[in-house]
T-cell receptor
């Protein structure tokens, strides 16, 4: 499986936008980019996914570089409840999710 | 349906004992996954089922581990002769099969195993 690289941790202020980067230079043409997050003492939860075009949903936006070698998860207004570990995962079709270390997001009030 | 349910939430066992965990997936989901997570690490894949068929097992899944999904609904994960290194959070997830519209995985809250 192609690997992703994320910063170990990031900090944000409450009610400000957060941009979480992910590098995936060895992505293949059939890999989807998935983002999951894991709140403290919870199982991971789905955030968003995309293939080539930018995607928006009620939780976040996903901006995908034109060459697909990087992507950015955007939380438009961080809240304290968004403090979690965010995982960027490349996934081909029916394969299972392969998690890396993720980015620990800390949100300051 | 309230999501993926795992029981028990916590299990403390003595080294050498057998333990069994249960996962009840979202009812219409064909796929069921087991992961293991140790402190500070991301979840590691163990095995997955499509309906009752076990389609893939990780090299992490030693002979002491066995998983079943006998009727394609709930699943059990058994660890025999537990070792201290088995202490971890065991996560279950379910999803629809590939080719359907929404294939995101839904995770349970996990079973935390402590081997003493």
């Amino acid at each position: 499986d192609a690997k992703t690289t994320q910063p170990n941790s990031m900090e944000s202020n409450e009610e400000e936008p957060v941009h979480l980067p992910c590098n995936h230079s060895t992505i293949s043409g059939t890999d989807y980019i998935h983002w999951y997050r894991q709140l403290p003492s919870q199982g991971p939860e789905y955030v968003i996914h995309g293939l080539t075009s930018n995607v928006n949903n009620r939780m976040a936006s996903l901006a995908i570089a034109e060459d697909r070698k990087s992507s950015t998860l955007i939380l438009h207004r961080a809240t304290l409840r968004d403090a979690a570990v965010y995982y960027c995962i490349l996934k081909y079709a029916g394969n299972m999710l392969t998690f890396g270390g993720g980015t620990r997001l800390m949100v300051k009030p | 349906d309230t999501g993926v349910s795992q029981n028990p939430r916590h299990k403390i066992t003595k080294r050498g004992q057998n333990v069994t965990f249960r996962c009840d997936p979202i009812s219409e989901h064909n796929r069921l996954y087991w992961y293991r997570q140790t402190l500070g690490q991301g979840p590691e894949f163990l095995t997955y089922f499509q309906n009752e068929a076990q389609l893939e097992k990780s090299r992490l899944l030693s002979d002491r581990f066995s998983a079943e999904r006998p009727k394609g609904s709930f699943s059990t994960l058994e660890i025999q002769r537990t070792e201290q290194g088995d202490s971890a959070m065991y996560l279950c997830a379910s999803s629809l099969r590939p080719g359907t519209r929404n294939t995101e995985a839904f995770f349970g809250q996990g079973t935390r195993l402590t081997v003493v």
